[in-house]
């Protein structure tokens, strides 16, 4: 079945994709960046961060780049006043939802939150912090989880599941009190189904899983599960 | 003399105040607040002797009047463990009706021109939702009744499960027939146990006499129909995430599109619809969509039911026409505020939807005009609240709830509502600034336009409601450290305490 | 305020590591040229012991960690046109804010630094100011204009905020501020 290929507009430039594209790849593929901290190429479509919200010409409703297919003949505004004001008030929600100490988190220079805050221009956080005091768990040899920093993006959850195939990691409780766990929420030490393959530590935007030791630039590898993806299809 | 009488044990007839309610058939005579020794009075006078008790009868005649009971037919009328009564009552007729005589398409024309819209609070025409998913070739094509009823106060598809369950499986049955779907689903919450019970018995006589399985009423149409039970998620009430959940995942929303008309349940085609729309369609295929589109007004067909509760005289479950205003549903079939007390607000579509002031209770009950005042359809949840509650603790409570209930996913929602929470918490304990409005004004919009799912996008409908009509105490919380219902100021130890 | 009388300008040093007033010294010979528009009325490097009135623009760095500091950034704040938080400890509470995970964080880190290391007569003192329970950030506490986050923020930072002001205009902190 061929697809078909249709046209629209991003931001006012005509862009030609394949029909069913996401838009955030649609953009990206014209040079347009649209911001996102959950979204992950290589990985589903996660639709949680809410950083990647566009307008589309004709509805007053936002849609989540990452998970809305282009149409034939859309119109697509990636910046406008609204949005930024929109993500910037996300990036706020998440520095005050737990601990982020930029100074002090092994992920700093290296972390996509913070990046963004810089980015948009998000000086200060116009709610309070919340303190969170989550315990780390260091039990495993060299991956370490420091929940104070998770900013629930799945990330890991996805690569574990999608990429690696064993879905060691997922989510437990609901809400502000979701946290990561590892197998039936065991100590990571003691999870019998993790490889300790470090995809986690590889794709995680912040600083909440890293590799004991290891300087995070050399942990940090954001386009492997692309790029495993892109082999497996070569394959 | 000896005369003989039946003895029913039915569903809900709707009078919470004055339960346990007796009705005599027939002449639709209803006694209220019966007792073993009232029973005697009424088996002696009313049944022996053919005289009405009179002093005993529920006397206020406006509750019902105003009422039109379309999906409560057969409430709190019928034996809903006797799949007999239902037939009795006209009951399989539309299905019968349709297996003989109707096309698949030729009922999907019916609801479309019934104007029937989704009773499970977004409101979509259900005709068009029906279309999409017969014109589909994709199969096999599933059903979802979605009788995941999470709202606090809120009691409308339980009592219609419990009192009427034939309804929803006939509903659904012709749903079947017409969208082409063989197995269908109830999503319903593992807090109703007797409305679990009662479906599952008359799935059971269902399959007995042959309405479900396979060959229905000897044709070849087949459609198996399986309960799945939730575990008390407010969230798992979305489509999206009742999917999730019947495929036995966490019950978490995800992005539309796809929209599960394409790519439900295990990708396949879905129909997800509230048992409340479901319990029309029978209606709506014996008598034609013209009739029923004739209820209500023309852009929003039919009857709603909405559980009424909070300081209002006549709690309870009622089925109004489209188009009522709220004052008709507050004060005249609910009596208004008891115990003379000041009527203040009306929250109109369950923990997210709109607290309305009085000067917007001659607005007509119907989608777009609660959408247009802030408030929602939503679940049907209407919540009278008195001069004895303080509006800012109304939407910190409801916003607490959502904060609990939010499943996690997106920020907006997680993150966001348990801000607002906080700025709440702050100016109930008198630590609130001016500039603590703008916030809650700003992150409550921000949350509404951005969230992922309907949890989200309405959660914050109290907030923004509540500082439309009543910024006044707002400020009298910040500037005057007053709170009008003396709710509000509490020590930690005081709140304890209670 | 004449046009040729040179803006007030004022330092404050709150709980922080004195990094920000070493980046806002770090500014080199730009100190120079500043020092041409502006006149520094208090600061940890100048020798005023009093906070003046009719400042037009203050930097404070370092987060509230104490009832002084609480009393003194309220007094910052009303003699003050511009405030201005310096720094991370300033805009977020920062490594001063690492306590916070603790509940009742100042009970646990007084403890934490009087009573566990101590070998004997371990006691907490009492003629220091009295810790507030949370180190916070200043907004949450006064209005604050401006904010140069930063641990420390860039000397240039510090500069093209100052420059803009002095120069009537809004400086734009998008792209050009970095937390951490």
Redesign the interface.
């Known amino acids: 079945m061929s697809v078909n290929i249709i046209k629209l507009k991003i931001d006012g430039v005509e862009v030609t994709v394949p029909e069913g594209t996401a838009i955030l790849k649609a953009a990206k593929d014209s040079g347009i960046i649209i911001p996102t901290l959950c979204n992950l190429e290589g990985l589903t479509?996660?639709?949680?961060?809410?950083?990647c919200?566009v307008e589309v010409s004709g509805t007053p409703k936002?849609f989540?780049a990452?998970?809305?297919?282009v149409g034939p003949n859309m119109e697509i505004t990636t910046q406008s006043d609204k949005l930024k004001?929109?993500r910037k008030?996300?990036v706020q929600?998440?520095l005050?939802?737990r601990t982020h100490i930029c100074s002090v988190c092994v992920a700093d220079d290296h972390c996509e939150l913070q990046a963004m805050a810089n980015q948009l221009g998000v000086d200060h956080v116009?709610?309070?912090r919340?303190w969170s005091q989550d315990e780390i768990d260091s039990t495993h040899d060299f991956l370490v989880i420091d929940r104070n920093r998770c900013?629930?993006c799945t990330r890991c959850i996805r690569v574990c599941d999608q990429i690696e195939g064993v879905h060691t990691l997922?989510?437990k409780?609901?809400?502000?009190?979701?946290q990561v766990i590892m197998d039936l929420d065991e100590h990571w030490g003691n999870s019998c189904s993790c490889t300790s393959c470090r995809k986690c530590a590889k794709v995680c935007p912040v600083g909440a899983i890293y590799i004991e030791g290891e300087p995070i630039e050399h942990t940090k590898k954001r386009d492997i599960a692309e790029f495993i993806v892109e082999r497996r299809n070569r394959r | 003399m000896e005369k003989e009488c039946k003895v029913a044990r039915t569903g809900c007839i709707g009078t919470c105040s004055v339960g346990p309610a007796v009705l005599v058939e027939p002449g639709d005579y209803l006694y209220q607040s019966v007792t073993p020794d009232k029973v005697r009075e009424i088996v002696r006078d009313h049944i022996v002797l053919g005289l009405p008790v009179k002093d005993m009868l529920y006397k206020n005649e406006a509750y019902f009047q105003k009422q039109h009971r379309l999906v409560l037919r057969n409430a709190g009328k019928i034996d809903p463990s006797r799949i007999q009564d239902y037939i009795s009552a006209g009951g399989y007729s539309a299905l019968a009706k349709c297996l003989a005589t109707m096309t698949p398409q030729g009922v999907i024309y019916e609801v479309v021109t019934s104007g029937l819209r989704g009773r499970g609070g977004a409101g979509f025409p259900t005709g068009q939702k029906w279309s999409l998913v017969a014109r589909s070739h994709n199969t096999p094509k599933y059903i979802v009744a979605n009788l995941d009823e999470g709202d606090p106060g809120v009691f409308a598809n339980r009592t219609l499960a419990e009192a009427d369950p034939h309804a929803i499986i006939e509903g659904m049955l012709i749903a079947a027939y017409a969208i082409g779907a063989e197995k269908g689903y109830i999503y319903i919450r593992s807090e109703y146990p007797l409305a679990i019970q009662t479906l599952q018995k008359a799935i059971a006589q269902a399959k007995a006499m042959s309405l479900l399985g396979e060959k229905i009423l000897e044709t070849s149409f087949k459609f198996d129909l399986e309960l799945r039970f939730g575990a008390g998620?407010f969230?798992a009430g979305e489509e999206t995430a009742i999917l999730a959940s019947v495929e036995g995942r966490?019950a978490m929303p995800?992005?539309r599109?796809p929209y599960p008309a394409n790519s439900g349940l295990w990708q396949k085609p879905t129909l997800i619809q509230n048992v409340e729309t479901l319990a029309n369609i029978p209606l709506i295929v014996q008598n034609g969509g013209h009739w029923f589109s004739k209820t209500g007004t023309p852009k929003c067909t039919g009857t709603k039911c909405f559980s009424l509760t909070g300081k209002i005289s006549n709690p309870g479950l009622i089925e109004v026409p489209m188009g009522i205003t709220l004052r008709e549903v507050v004060f005249d079939i609910g009596g208004g505020v008891p115990d003379g007390k000041k009527f203040k607000a009306v929250l109109v579509g369950g923990p997210s939807g709109g607290c309305l002031p009085e000067t917007l209770l001659e607005i007509p009950i119907d989608y777009d005009s609660l959408t247009k005042v802030g408030a929602i359809m939503g679940s049907g949840g209407i919540v009278v609240i008195d001069e004895d509650s303080c509006m800012v603790d109304t939407a910190r409570f409801f916003t607490e709830f959502c904060?609990?209930?939010?499943?996690?996913?997106?920020?907006?929602c997680?993150?966001?509502?348990?801000?607002l929470k906080?700025?709440f918490d702050k100016i109930t304990h008198g630590q609130g600034e001016m500039?603590d409005i703008a916030?809650l004004e700003?992150?409550g919009v921000?949350i509404r336009?951005?969230?992922?799912c309907g949890l989200g996008q309405t959660a914050p409908n109290p907030v923004i409601t509540t500082l439309r009509y009543f910024k006044d105490e707002y400020v009298k919380h910040i500037v005057e450290k007053q709170c009008v219902a003396g709710k509000c100021f509490k020590t930690r130890d005081e709140e304890e305490l209670e | 305020m004449t046009m040729n009388a040179k803006v007030r300008v004022a330092t404050v040093w709150l709980s922080g590591c004195s990094g920000c007033h070493m980046s806002f010294l770090d500014q080199d010979e730009r100190l120079v040229d500043l020092a041409k528009k502006i006149t520094l009325v208090h600061s940890p490097i100048v020798d005023v012991k009093e906070f003046p009135e009719n400042v037009d623009v203050t930097l404070i760095e370092g987060a509230v960690a104490n009832e002084e500091q609480l009393e003194m950034l309220k007094k910052v704040r009303a003699r003050t046109k511009i405030l201005i938080s310096l720094g991370d400890c300033a805009v977020t509470g920062n490594v001063t804010a690492l306590r916070n995970s603790w509940r009742h964080s100042d009970q646990a880190v007084l403890e934490r630094a009087y009573k566990d290391p101590a070998d004997l007569n371990a006691a907490i003192p009492t003629a220091v100011p009295k810790l507030l329970i949370h180190a916070r950030p200043l907004h949450e506490i006064v209005?604050v204009d401006f904010f140069i986050p930063g641990c420390p923020p860039h000397a240039d930072l510090i500069n093209y905020v100052l420059t803009e002001l002095l120069a009537g205009r809004t400086p734009v902190m998008e792209g050009r501020s970095k937390y951490g």
Request: proline content about 7%.
């Open positions: 479509a996660y639709g949680g961060c809410r950083l919200l936002l989540p990452c998970s809305t297919p004001e929109y008030m996300a929600m998440l005050a939802e116009m709610f309070e919340n900013i629930l997922d989510l409780l609901r809400g502000k009190d979701s | 998620a969230v966490r995800r992005p599109p904060v609990d209930e939010s499943c996690g996913k997106c920020t907006p997680r993150a966001g509502l348990a801000r906080e700025v500039s916030t700003k992150s921000y336009d951005a969230s992922l | 209005k």
